[in-house]
């Protein structure tokens, strides 16, 4: 059982949340334990023939608390679904040989990952790697002959000063840190050592690494030219990089001799760089910066030699996982469109054609995008696919073909189980009439002539989408008896650059409209109860939800989560704060205070009346703990209503521990029942 210890206001055993989960369970509906039992299909590898696809199944170690993965792999037409390795072995990341002979991936043994290759004719096996830090990106050569990855390379930096050491035996405490980075720490990997990534090659039958790049430098993800001879990565090779994180460049590596040169020079990110399989072009993403908050990723080709750079298509949404037709006719890639992920095909001149949907599901927590898909030679196309009722299973489509789901991981739970119905909704916002994208999921054995509480729920980024997709979170709240609505107000992403640069120089402000219009247009179907409205979100959502109990006492509670309270602090507690402050406002807080000051929730706080729970990570790095700590900290001197749960183990992906997805639901669900009033919901 989970400490009581997370929350810095202690709840005694009598409180909502001990109240509501000593309730008998509806066994019919998905509870907090069945968070532990789910499992999701990641990175979907079709082999070379377009016959097999290997891929991670994913799923929850009860007793280890964390994410486990090993490799399975299943026939495209949904036959043979086995194990490639033993399902206790952590495994991931395969990767096809050219010819299909041979899988490549790495897995961790004894505590130290590495690379391995299985033969898949006789099942045997060899790591061909003994690396002293972990290698990511696998590429093999065209000609199979080799394999190109990127791993971190520390550096020892020379002592500031020189202290004398302890005597034998003594303690003098942890070492101290000498820092002078602009990022000095960062969300999930706490404080950075000293080093960077590059690019290693290997001979494919196993042997020592030979590092290819080197400098003060980050290199990414290695692509082969056809011929072996090269590859191309992005990389900020800029010496002020640490001050210019966008700029990127796409970059060339002799695989012989080392020499790297630059095949584009603009300002801003060019990414993703893939070469066709003819070796004439070269394929990329990025764009022109302009220095808004939201910019479209776009589409490029060049020549082979960097020459003749041109955006390709007109498609207003951002494009991501591009890759070469075998043929080298067009490229596979994909983009979020309303909310929903897709796969499509652009030809060189633009013409482009959309194949498949409902890409993601590796969220589990919250309906956010993301992803992955591979191609065959032949063009038969594997991802993974969510809808709300599952997340990320294995699907297989085709140009011009139906797509067909070939997994179904958590039949055997949701078999059981009946899920809240998800229904799209469209509305007007109240500021300018725009029309905006919501999603309502009702309570399993919803009656529309009874009244029911609401809880609108707001994504985070703010640039991000929610869509149709699953979330365990909000499930959670229907099953407790509440009607959720989510939405994608202004800034929001998949809806085109205009609409998400609405908020540029101005978030929050009226994305406030948007998301009490969409409350407005749920109360007017007729089943919610007016004096029962609830109101949560995570990172940017928990800076609208600050905002939101600033400006309106309309709700009855609210859950803060992980949010920035005050710009001028964040900025400078961030771990990306050489990007906020030049891309989300016109400069430095000491340059532009009141910019800073009237968009700052902590600047309402003084008009908040609405008992406000507060949710943070003491690891959080990308808000930083300090934020929700002057939001608590002012309403206890006001003595509004509140409480902090912290999580002391939690950077600011709270959710990334099961424990701790099941924890903070179960709490904002004890916050809003201990301020409901009347009939209560049940806890799952």
Not at 425 to 434: C, G, V
Not at 476 to 498: C, D, F, H, I, Q
């Given at each position: 059982m989970r400490s009581s210890s997370i929350a810095l206001v202690l709840l005694a055993a009598s409180s909502p949340v001990a109240r509501a989960q000593s309730k008998p369970a509806d066994n019919n509906r998905f509870g907090l334990r069945d968070i532990f039992e789910l499992e999701w299909a990641a990175d979907p590898q079709i082999s070379p023939d377009g016959k097999r696809i290997a891929f991670e199944r994913s799923s929850f170690d009860v007793m280890k608390d964390r994410p486990r993965a090993s490799l399975w792999s299943v026939n495209t037409d949904g036959t043979d679904l086995r194990p490639l390795l033993d399902p206790a072995r952590q495994a991931g990341s395969p990767r096809w040989s050219p010819d299909g002979s041979r899988l490549l991936f790495a897995a961790t043994l004894d505590g130290k990952s590495d690379i391995f290759v299985r033969w898949m004719d006789s099942g045997q096996e060899a790591k061909l790697t003994h690396l002293e830090e972990s290698p990511s990106a696998l590429a093999w050569s065209p000609n199979g002959k080799w394999i190109a990855f990127t791993m971190f390379v520390p550096e020892e930096p020379k002592p500031f000063v020189q202290l004398p050491s302890p005597p034998d035996g003594a303690d003098w405490g942890p070492p101290i840190k000498f820092i002078d980075q602009v990022q000095y720490r960062f969300d999930g990997r706490g404080y950075l050592r000293r080093g960077h990534d590059h690019i290693f090659v290997l001979p494919a039958e196993g042997g020592t690494a030979r590092q290819l790049t080197s400098g003060p430098f980050d290199d990414g993800a290695p692509k082969w030219t056809p011929d072996g001879a090269s590859i191309v990565f992005s990389a900020n090779r800029r010496p002020d990089a640490e001050h210019e994180p966008l700029d990127t460049e796409i970059h060339e590596v002799s695989v012989n001799s080392g020499e790297v040169k630059s095949l584009t020079n603009r300002r801003g990110p060019d990414l993703d760089p893939a070469v066709s399989p003819d070796g004439k072009l070269i394929a990329y993403t990025g764009f022109d910066d302009r220095r808004q908050g939201y910019q479209v990723t776009r589409l490029y080709i060049m020549n082979r030699d960097g020459s003749g750079t041109h955006a390709v298509g007109t498609l207003d949404r951002d494009v991501g996982g591009i890759t070469w037709s075998r043929d080298s006719k067009g490229l596979y890639f994909q983009y979020d469109d309303q909310g929903d992920t897709k796969i499509a095909f652009i030809t060189p001149t633009g013409q482009t054609t959309t194949i498949a949907a409902g890409l993601g599901g590796l969220d589990l927590g919250r309906p956010y995008g993301g992803g992955s898909f591979s191609v065959s030679d032949a063009g038969r196309i594997a991802f993974n696919q969510t809808s709300p009722d599952h997340p990320a299973d294995v699907a297989v489509v085709a140009a011009g073909q139906a797509v067909q789901r070939l997994t179904r991981l958590n039949d055997d739970l949701f078999g059981t189980k009946t899920l809240?119905?998800?229904?799209?909704?469209?509305?007007?916002?109240?500021?300018?009439?725009?029309?905006?994208?919501?999603?309502?999921?009702?309570?399993?054995?919803?009656?529309?002539?009874?009244?029911?509480?609401?809880?609108?729920?707001?994504?985070?980024?703010?640039?991000?989408?929610?869509?149709?997709?699953?979330?365990?979170?909000?499930?959670?709240?229907?099953?407790?008896?509440?009607?959720?609505?989510?939405?994608?107000?202004?800034?929001?992403?998949?809806?085109?650059?205009?609409?998400?640069?609405?908020?540029?120089?101005?978030?929050?402000?009226?994305?406030?409209?948007?998301?009490?219009?969409?409350?407005?247009?749920?109360?007017?179907?007729?089943?919610?109860?007016?004096?029962?409205?609830?109101?949560?979100?995570?990172?940017?959502?928990?800076?609208?939800?600050?905002?939101?109990?600033?400006?309106?006492?309309?709700?009855?509670?609210?859950?803060?989560?992980?949010?920035?309270?005050?710009?001028?602090?964040?900025?400078?507690?961030?771990?990306?704060?050489?990007?906020?402050?030049?891309?989300?406002?016109?400069?430095?807080?000491?340059?532009?205070?009141?910019?800073?000051?009237?968009?700052?929730?902590?600047?309402y706080v003084g008009k908040v009346t609405t008992p406000t729970m507060l949710v943070t990570g003491e690891v959080d790095y990308r808000t930083p703990s300090s934020e929700a700590e002057q939001f608590y900290e002012a309403l206890k001197l006001r003595k509004v209503p509140t409480a902090m749960v912290r999580f002391p183990d939690a950077p600011h992906d709270i959710s990334g521990k099961p424990s701790n997805m099941m924890a903070k639901v179960a709490y904002i669900l004890g916050w809003f029942e201990k301020y409901r009033g009347g009939a209560s919901p049940t806890t799952p």
């Open positions: 809240g119905a998800v229904e799209e909704i469209w509305y007007q916002s109240s500021f300018d009439k725009r029309r905006v994208q919501g999603w309502i999921v009702k309570p399993p054995g919803f009656d529309p002539s009874k009244k029911y509480p609401l809880v609108l729920e707001i994504h985070g980024g703010p640039f991000a989408n929610y869509g149709v997709r699953y979330a365990s979170e909000i499930q959670l709240y229907a099953a407790a008896g509440y009607v959720v609505l989510y939405t994608n107000p202004r800034g929001s992403t998949s809806y085109g650059e205009e609409f998400g640069n609405l908020i540029h120089h101005d978030y929050p402000n009226h994305d406030y409209d948007d998301l009490m219009s969409g409350v407005d247009a749920v109360i007017a179907k007729g089943y919610i109860d007016p004096a029962s409205l609830f109101v949560t979100g995570g990172s940017g959502g928990g800076v609208l939800t600050a905002w939101i109990v600033g400006h309106t006492n309309r709700f009855r509670a609210a859950v803060v989560q992980k949010p920035m309270i005050n710009w001028y602090s964040f900025v400078l507690t961030s771990d990306d704060d050489a990007t906020y402050y030049r891309y989300w406002f016109p400069g430095f807080p000491w340059e532009n205070l009141d910019q800073y000051v009237k968009r700052s929730p902590i600047t």
